[in-house]
């Protein structure tokens, strides 16, 4: 199996999640204007970057095609799909070694896009799946996330497959999270309270995905 480091660049919104100390105040990259802690993001999928936002600057971006594309803005939206088929046969052939992956359609890219968090950050996968169409056969949740700002999130444990649509300015979180507490080979006891605390917020905050929801 072929690892390779993804070109992905962790800007301000991001920076409380790595290992060096938070900015005290945060600005929208736009505008200047302090943001609080919760704020939106943008992103640039020419650059693959995130980038802080104010409300009334993410609104300009909340549009497909706004900017000529250039920008947009990360979504709010967690839907959870119960009735996937995802099994273990499927996540084999994902070929990730963890048991948490992201998977998005990157438009610089034209292709689909897996990653995992490790000690070294997002590390990509190669994607035993050929597109989203491979994906929508086992989730409708791959067909509705949106390409650059959406993600669909996998987690395996205790022999079962969770499957989530989440923002992806929150995946990039939790890979700086598990890059912070990280320790040992297995990540160590922090780490893993971590993941179970993220995971308990993203199955808070998601909602079932509903038969007539559209792409």
């Known amino acids: 199996m072929t690892l390779t480091q993804p070109r992905i660049e962790a800007r ?8 060096r100390p938070a900015p005290d105040v945060e600005r929208c990259g736009l505008c200047g204007t302090e943001v609080p802690g919760e704020h939106r993001h943008l992103v ?4 693959r970057s995130l980038e802080c936002a104010c409300g009334p600057c993410a609104m300009l971006f909340d549009r497909p095609g706004a900017a000529g594309g250039s920008l947009r803005a990360v979504p709010r939206r967690y839907l959870v799909d119960p ?8 996540w084999e052939r994902l070929q990730i070694p963890v048991g948490v992956a992201f998977l998005l359609q990157d438009t610089a890219l034209d292709k689909l896009v897996a990653f995992y968090p490790s000690p070294a950050g997002a590390t990509q996968s190669e994607l035993g799946v050929s597109d989203r169409a491979a994906l929508a056969a086992r989730t409708p949740l791959a067909a509705l996330a949106e390409p650059d700002v ?3 999130l996998l987690r395996r444990a205790e022999g079962r497959i969770a499957c989530y649509l989440v923002p992806i300015d929150i995946c990039y979180e939790l890979v700086g999270r598990m890059r912070l507490h990280w320790q040992g080979f297995d990540g160590g006891a922090r780490a893993r309270a971590e993941l179970e605390a993220f995971f308990a917020t993203v199955a808070e905050r998601a909602r079932p995905v509903a038969g007539d929801e559209a792409p």
């Open 83 to 90: 009735g996937h088929t995802f099994d273990e046969g499927a």
């Open 150 to 152: 959406e993600a669909l």
């Open 12 to 19: 301000s919104g991001l920076r409380r999640f790595a290992a």
């Open 44 to 47: 640039d999928p020419a650059k």
